[in-house]
């Protein structure tokens, strides 16, 4: 009877012990569950915090306003275009797409490709001046649909009529003298039967009337 006794409580002490480790790992394992899913949500959260904050650097609430193309054309509502002006450093300049395959002898060159083809895309191109300045801001928009030209042209006309005012119509082209009394800018629509597209400059006002 002894024997079967000590046995018997053998056996519970084995089986609590057995009990208790089960506990064990199953608090831990439930533990590291749980410390892995606040991981993941503090990444996720992070993630989207640096998305949002991209999104901000690269395209302002104004130019949210328009069409996928235009704000890739001007990327925010910073400087006259693209974050820049005329009298900027040009080697100070910090673009956010491809340098131009070929590039210019009097300044720097981009091009900015609006879907896989190479069909729609803009060229830009910033032009040196004394003293490594920028005197000029060109950019030829090339677009495959004429349909697409005409409603980028109304976009830029109204964007450019609420920044600077009512622009001069002529011929293709609308003509805004800039507040600064300096400078200029022509957006023209340059289309042909084949090629569809606009053009914008930013220039010097004397350059142009000399």
């Given at each position: 009877m002894l024997v079967l006794l000590t046995l018997y409580t053998d056996i519970c002490f084995q089986?609590?012990?057995?009990?208790?480790?089960?506990?064990?790992?199953?608090?831990?394992?439930?533990?590291?569950?749980?410390?892995?899913?606040?991981?993941?949500?503090?990444?996720?959260?992070?993630?989207?915090?640096?998305?949002?904050?991209?999104i901000t650097n690269t395209t302002s609430a104004t130019l949210r306003n328009y069409s996928p193309i235009f704000q890739a054309i001007l990327k925010n509502d910073q400087g006259?275009?693209?974050?820049?002006?005329?009298?900027?450093?040009?080697?100070?300049?910090?673009?956010?797409?491809?340098?131009?395959?070929?590039?210019?002898?009097?300044?720097?060159?981009y091009t900015e490709y609006f879907d896989n083809t190479d069909l729609n895309f803009a060229d830009i191109l910033y032009v040196r001046g004394n003293d490594d300045l920028v005197a000029e801001i060109s950019i030829d928009i090339y677009i495959e649909k004429q349909s697409t030209?005409?409603?980028?042209?109304?976009?830029?006309?109204?964007?450019?009529?609420?920044?600077?005012?009512?622009?001069?119509?002529?011929n293709k082209s609308v003509i805004w003298k800039l507040p600064d009394g300096k400078n200029m800018l022509i957006l023209q629509n340059v289309s042909t039967k084949k090629d569809p597209g606009l053009k914008l400059v930013f220039s010097n006002l004397k350059k142009v009337i000399s």
């Open positions: 089986i609590s012990t057995s009990v208790k480790k089960t506990n064990v790992y199953i608090f831990l394992f439930l533990s590291f569950t749980v410390l892995l899913a606040c991981q993941n949500a503090r990444n996720e959260n992070d993630t989207q915090i640096e998305s949002s904050s991209d006259m275009a693209r974050g820049v002006s005329i009298g900027d450093t040009l080697s100070l300049i910090k673009e956010t797409t491809l340098p131009s395959e070929t590039q210019p002898d009097n300044g720097l060159g030209v005409d409603s980028l042209f109304a976009e830029f006309q109204q964007y450019f009529e609420q920044k600077y005012g009512k622009g001069t119509p002529e």
